[in-house]
């Protein structure tokens, strides 16, 4: 399972990732709005947006992309571990906390 994380603190990108291989799912995490985000970020199995650190425009271009891909939006406004782990517990079947 793919998953791209939107938002969240630079600082835990790694931490981020790390925690979403425990699940299974390979991630990419942009944590900072960056020219041609919406190509860069494929047609993933699942959106997970930490709304608390991103900006207002950065949500609203998230979703139009995901309502146009058919992905499957989570948001979450905590951008926490335990906020991930809680996202990819309902998202994810072969979880291991």
Excluded: Q
């Excluded at 291989?21 to 020219?35: H, I, L, T």
């Excluded at 979703?63 to 782990?85: T, W």
């Amino acid at each position: 399972m793919s998953v791209v994380i939107i938002g969240g603190n630079e600082c835990m990108v790694c931490k981020y990732k790390e925690t979403c291989r425990k699940y299974g799912c390979s991630a990419k995490v942009y944590a900072k709005e960056k020219g041609g985000f919406s190509k860069r970020m494929g047609t993933p199995d699942l959106m997970i947006l930490f709304t608390g650190t991103v900006s207002h425009k950065m949500v609203n271009s998230a979703v139009s992309e995901a309502k146009k891909n058919r992905i499957p939006v989570a948001r979450s406004h905590s951008s926490s571990l335990a906020a991930l782990n809680d996202v990819l517990s309902k998202y994810c079947a072969d979880g291991t906390t």
